[in-house]
């Protein structure tokens, strides 16, 4: 007897595990998308939670923020040469200066416009170029774009907003996990900000609903079933969304930013469009791995 109670003591914890495994099978079977059901879905070499109420990340959203890290932190190196050779001259003269006698110092010093002194000082309240940037993620659902900037793109802020609570309960989730400070905004779009926010932002991110209302009907169970429908349906278009951030952009960037949004196989022309015409330049469409249209992107320089 006493050869079999190991066994018959593990009994309970073995049956509750055939359990959970046929539910688990059960729910796969009613075409359940098994990152539900395991309730997780890497993303950038991260994990992130996931649930019924946001979409699932996606392989190809990694376009978008691939491309944001990419051109950024370009940005970010050609700044911080910029202020090495400006700051270069200062420092050859800072040195024939410390060659020169005290008092002939002191008089150069003082025929300097107070202006120029102040710069030579290097004072800390300038602006400093190539420091860390301020993003904005529009319809975040689980976070991953904003999360993802968050954790490898060194930005100095991150917000993200979405127009449903149990999104962001979702995405405040995944923050905590990753240990980024990101501030959540429940709110249609731009609406959620408060207006201090205008023209504060270097970066707009968003992988808005894109889907027109009609081709929903022919997705895979696993999508027009188990996803939110919000997440999805882009109206009759599938533009509606597109339309409103690119008229609404403009407030909320900064001179010189940069918005970044993903887009179905066959809108690149449709939101470049868009785009243009709400006065961005530099307007491009960039292709995932398997050579689909997937990000439009553009500079704000108004």
Not at 64 to 89: A, N, R
Not at 225 to 245: C, N, S, V, W
Not at 250 to 267: F, N, R, T, V
């Amino acid at each position: 007897m006493d050869r079999l109670r190991p066994l018959s003591e593990t009994d309970a914890a073995v049956q509750e595990q055939i359990q959970n495994y046929c539910a688990m099978v059960a729910k796969r079977a009613s075409r359940v998308p098994l990152q539900q059901i395991l309730g997780s879905q890497e993303f950038m070499g991260l994990d992130f939670f996931v649930n019924e109420h946001v979409l699932i990340p996606r392989q190809d959203t990694e376009t978008l923020v691939e491309l944001v890290l990419e051109e950024q932190q370009g940005k970010q190196q050609e700044e911080q040469q910029e202020k090495q050779q400006v700051q270069q001259p200062e420092e050859q003269q800072e040195k024939q200066q410390e060659q020169q006698p005290e008092e002939q110092q002191k008089k150069q010093q003082e025929q300097q416009p107070e202006e120029q002194q102040k710069k030579q000082r290097g004072q800390q309240s300038e602006e400093q170029p190539g420091k860390p940037r301020k993003l904005l993620d529009l319809c975040t659902g689980s976070g991953c774009i904003a999360i993802s900037l968050a954790v490898k793109g060194g930005f100095e802020s991150v917000t993200a907003t979405d127009l449903s609570e149990e999104a962001l309960k979702v995405a405040e989730r995944n923050a905590r996990t990753h240990q980024v400070p990101i501030r959540f905004f429940q709110g249609d779009l731009f609406s959620a900000l408060p207006q201090s926010e205008e023209k504060t932002f270097d970066v707009i991110t968003s992988n808005p609903p894109y889907i027109p209302t009609a081709v929903i009907a022919t997705l895979e169970p696993e999508v027009r079933e188990h996803e939110p429908m919000m997440a999805l349906d882009g109206t009759e278009d599938g533009l509606k969304f597109y339309r409103q951030i690119a008229k609404e952009a403009g407030s909320w960037l900064k001179p010189g930013g940069s918005i970044y949004l993903e887009i179905g196989y066959d809108q690149g022309e449709a939101v470049s469009g868009l785009l243009e015409d709400a006065g961005f330049t530099n307007v491009r469409v960039v292709k995932d791995l398997p050579g689909k249209d997937r990000v439009v992107c553009g500079c704000w320089e108004q």
